[in-house]
T-cell receptor, first 115, second 111 residues
Framework: DVKVTQSSRYLVKRTGEKVFLECVQDMDHENMFWYRQDPGLGLRLIYFSYDVKMKEKGDIPEGYSVSREKKERFSLILESASTNQTSMYLC??????????????FGSGTQLSVL | DQQVKQNSPSLSVQEGRISILNCDYTNSMFDYFLWYKKYPAEGPTFLISISSIKDKNEDGRFTVFLNKSAKHLSLHIVPSQPGDSAVYFCAASPTGNQFYFGTGTSLTVIP
């Protein structure tokens, strides 16, 4: 089974702090994604990556950056955390062949609270 | 603009009855559709998918129906069980590399 591991289940940070969310997948997937989930808004794509050192902006990239130095690891960075970034953050990966059998495999999520 | 819409935020169903969750989309380029199930404090898990060349796909108690002309899909759960209580997300993809999600429907199955 594919395993996507997010380093923290719960995080509490102060406004203005730099925050790192780490994600590791163990199935040699090409694609990795960061989503945030908010009530009534569903899952919104922040950033995604098709390859090492490649990154693409999703629908809501403002206030975030990402890093993918190794294929299995995709990090989300909040440069200066703000209270409106309090959310559930979900990392996902997919095989990357682009066919109709593609699916996303999600980690357990990180509930981030910014005070 | 939301390309995938789930207009019912919540649904309650008696145990043993059918649950029907609906999803609409606007982009005619979508050719692959998925349903995910999410429990609180966990990541979403894949449930079932359908390609645009089909109009129905069945897996046990779960069936997904696709009506391309109406840009509508639905997930049927029969019979519904208390363990099915979760948030269900519909997702669509034009290429298999990007996925667009709906806002979710919270299903409660009443014992």
């Amino acid at each position: 089974d594919v395993k996507v591991t997010q380093s923290s289940r719960y995080l509490v940070k102060r406004t203005g702090e730099k925050v790192f969310l780490e994600c590791v997948q163990d199935m040699d997937h090409e694609n990795m994604f960061w989503y945030r989930q908010d009530p009534g808004l569903g899952l919104r794509l922040i950033y995604f990556s098709y390859d090492v050192k490649m990154k693409e902006k999703g629908d809501i990239p403002e206030g975030y950056s990402v890093s993918r130095e190794k294929k299995e690891r995709f990090s989300l960075i909040l440069e200066s955390a703000s209270t409106n970034q309090t959310s559930m953050y979900l990392c996902a990966s997919s095989l990357g062949t682009g066919g109709v059998e593609e699916k996303l495999f999600f980690g357990s999520g990180t509930q981030l609270s910014v005070l | 603009d939301q390309q995938v819409k789930q207009n019912s935020p919540s649904l309650s169903v008696q145990e043993g009855r059918i649950s029907i969750l609906n999803c609409d989309y606007t982009n005619s380029m979508f050719d692959y559709f998925l349903w995910y199930k999410k429990y609180p404090a966990e990541g979403p898990t894949f449930l079932i998918s359908i390609s645009s060349i089909k109009d129905k796909n069945e897996d046990g108690r779960f069936t997904v129906f696709l009506n391309k002309s109406a840009k509508h899909l639905s997930l049927h759960i029969v019979p519904s069980q208390p363990g099915d209580s979760a948030v269900y997300f519909c997702a669509a993809s034009p290429t298999g590399n990007q996925f667009y999600f709906g806002t979710g429907t919270s299903l409660t199955v009443i014992p």
